[in-house]
């Protein structure tokens, strides 16, 4: 079993569609969870970090249910700028080295 | 914002010769540099952690005799990949992580090897 789990997609969606994106994750000690974008044939962008209260940028809510082990993103009114592959990232520790990534979850917004 | 350049985007070498990728911070130091590689449709793999000074801590199944990592100073990781053959195809990316308080990670832009 993967360590960090994604649904691969793609996601194929509309301009101004909302699409949620879930993860889990199998290593009850991690600690920090992150949400990154890839665009095709580069490297990973931060997009957020995720908190157990929950939080939000603009378009886009993470979440955190630890009990689950399970984390999600939001990203409302979508627009063509958001197709990428978005991936989920696990942390035990503060540490970086510990960084297990997703195999992401590709979307495409369609005009 | 913090840059991680790395050199070069694009190679296409033969089987069997040396590929040698940089990994630069450019307006950091990087005590410690991480490197991975994304085969496609896949996620980032750890490969090594390459800290400053002292020997790379390679995952388990890299091979260290293949992958050469080098940290010589607080803003260079090289990678070296040896004997290189058609398998090792593949996105090679590096990050790192800024010696801050907030130890902030920062990737590179990833290069594409290409082994014929």
């Known amino acids: 079993r993967k360590e960090v789990e994604q649904d691969p997609g793609p996601f194929n969606v509309p301009e101004g569609a909302t699409v949620a994106f879930n993860c889990t994750y199998s290593?009850?000690?991690?600690?920090?969870f992150f949400w990154y974008r890839q665009d095709c044939r580069k490297e990973p962008k931060l997009l957020m970090s995720?908190?157990?209260s929950g939080n939000e940028d603009g378009r886009f809510t993470a979440q955190l249910n630890r009990a689950s082990q399970y984390i999600s993103l939001l990203i409302r009114d979508s627009k063509l700028s958001d197709s990428a592959t978005y991936l989920c990232v696990a942390s035990i520790s503060g540490s970086a080295r510990q960084l297990t990534f997703g195999s992401g979850t590709q979307l495409t917004v369609l005009p | 914002g913090a840059v991680v350049s790395q050199h070069p985007s694009r190679v296409i070498c033969k089987s069997g010769t040396s590929v040698k990728i940089e990994c630069r911070s450019l307006?950091?130091?990087?005590?410690?540099m991480f490197w991975y590689r994304q085969f496609p449709k896949q996620s980032l793999m750890l490969m090594a952690t390459s800290n400053e000074g002292s020997k790379a801590t390679y995952e388990q199944g890299v091979e260290k005799d293949k992958f050469l990592i080098n940290h010589a100073s607080l803003t260079l990781s090289t990678l070296t990949v040896t004997s290189a053959h058609p398998e090792d195809s593949s996105f090679y990316i590096c990050?790192?992580?800024?010696?801050?308080?907030?130890?902030?990670?920062?990737f590179g832009e990833g290069s594409r090897l290409t082994v014929l």
């Open positions: 990050s790192a992580r800024a010696d801050t308080y907030t130890g902030e990670l920062f």
């Open positions: 307006d950091f130091q990087a005590t410690t």
């Open positions: 290593n009850s000690a991690s600690q920090s």
């Open positions: 995720v908190y157990s």
